[in-house]
């Protein structure tokens, strides 16, 4: 069976950073893209980033370029969001998601998702 946690949400002030992190269990996931996408209450699920298997390329939603870096580390099963210079409008639960895809943002697999909360 397969789980993705995330974790290190919070709150925090605006112009500071976060670090979450997505764990994957019960699959390898040296093959698998991975990404991030996030929905705040009322409005409707937006993609952050995504990451192919290798790690080498990336890709971001028009907001998080240049303030949002995704990052693996297959041998752990693990992918990171670090997330610098938020803003209030960043608040919202994030959502990992093996092989994430931005049309329709639809997915294998997915977490529980992390609170983010950016106080002005």
């Known amino acids: 069976q397969v789980q993705v946690v995330e974790s290190g949400g919070g709150l925090v002030q605006a112009g500071g950073s976060l670090r979450l992190s997505c764990v994957v269990s019960?699959?390898?996931?040296?093959?698998?893209?991975m990404g991030w996408f996030r929905q705040a209450p009322g409005k409707e699920r937006e993609f952050v980033a995504r990451?192919?298997?290798?790690?080498?390329?990336?890709y971001y939603g028009d907001f998080a370029k240049g303030r949002f870096t995704i990052s693996r580390e297959n041998a752990k099963n693990t992918v990171y969001l670090q997330m610098n210079d938020l803003k209030p409008e960043d608040t919202a639960r994030y959502y990992c998601?093996?092989?994430?895809?931005?049309?329709?943002?639809?997915?294998?697999?997915r977490g529980q998702g992390t609170q983010v909360t950016v106080s002005s």
């Open positions: 990451v192919d298997w290798s790690g080498e390329n990336a």
């Open positions: 998601a093996v092989n994430l895809r931005e049309v329709r943002l639809t997915y294998d697999y």
């Open positions: 019960g699959r390898t996931l040296s093959r698998d893209g």
